[in-house]
């Protein structure tokens, strides 16, 4: 099941959500560093942690899934938003300098053709930033957020499918240690949860946040795209029928 793109904004306006938002984009931004200059992709619904590189980069762009609908961003100004299969991305190779993926990863039919697209998409020596709930995290546990849905990550899963599709993990963070509970004294202690929760490891962490650089050669080889039609036997060659 995939958060339509309503529930993602009314949870971003929550109180909840505002303080997950600034806890997860502390950790993105550390990853992405200075994009100045640099043609940048959100993927899923990752507009909440784009708004910084709008002056620096050379372009933004938010690509959201056809499954979640997409909404207007950013308020002002032109829109940047498409509204696309990530599978089959409207983006010429080598054309992107970074990927920042939040509430994709997890929502994705097939994670090993999505990979294949990035390294597609991605110019040499392009970087992913990945934001996945963690698979024993809290917030994994609870469909109250938007983490609560689809397929969570171990930190060695998603390492072996960067790896496999000739990303390397060069950082990785953790994040949300609070519990995803709609709570004040919770929410008001959410920076002692971050303190604490490192403490003792990604253990109880909600999200994981890894940063992966891409080789200069494909592991995999992508599949054609042919090969998605004649999937499906309503679209397989059929042969000529004689007349009687």
């Given at each position: ?5 309503e529930?993602?904004?009314?949870f971003y ?5 505002r ?17 100045t200059g640099?043609?940048?992709?959100g ?13 620096g ?6 690509f ?9 961003w950013p ?5 940047h ?18 990927v ?5 990863f ?11 697209e ?34 969570p ?5 998603m390492?072996?499918?960067?790896r ?8 990785w ?27 003792f490891?990604?253990?109880?962490a ?7 650089k ?7 080889v ?5 090969e998605?039609a004649?999937?499906?036997?309503e ?7 004689l007349?009687?």
């Amino acid at each position: 099941m995939t958060p339509d793109v309503e529930s993602l904004i009314a949870f971003y306006k929550s109180p909840l959500g505002r303080l997950s938002r600034e806890l997860i984009r502390t950790q993105v931004s550390a990853l992405a560093g200075d994009v100045t200059g640099q043609r940048l992709l959100g993927l899923g619904f990752a507009t909440p942690y784009l708004r910084g590189a709008l002056k620096g980069a050379e372009r933004v762009l938010a690509f959201m899934p056809a499954r979640q609908g997409a909404s207007s961003w950013p308020r002002e100004g032109p829109s940047h938003t498409v509204l696309c299969d990530p599978l089959e991305m409207p983006l010429t190779d080598a054309s992107m300098d970074m990927v920042i993926l939040v509430h994709a990863f997890e929502h994705v039919a097939d994670a090993e053709e999505l990979m294949r697209e990035l390294w597609r998409i991605c110019a040499p020596n392009a970087h992913l930033i990945i934001v996945v709930p963690r698979r024993r995290g809290l917030w994994a546990g609870f469909d109250t957020n938007p983490f609560g849905y689809g397929e969570p990550y171990s930190r060695a899963q998603m390492d072996r499918l960067l790896r496999d599709h000739s990303f390397t993990p060069v950082a990785w963070r953790d994040c949300l240690f609070l519990p995803p509970i709609h709570s004040g004294p919770v929410l008001r202690a959410a920076r002692a949860f971050e303190r604490i929760g490192r403490v003792f490891g990604p253990t109880f962490a909600g999200a994981m946040c890894v940063k992966a650089k891409k080789e200069q050669f494909p592991a995999v080889v992508r599949r054609k795209r042919v090969e998605k039609a004649l999937a499906s036997p309503e679209l397989s060659p059929q042969t000529a029928r004689l007349g009687s």
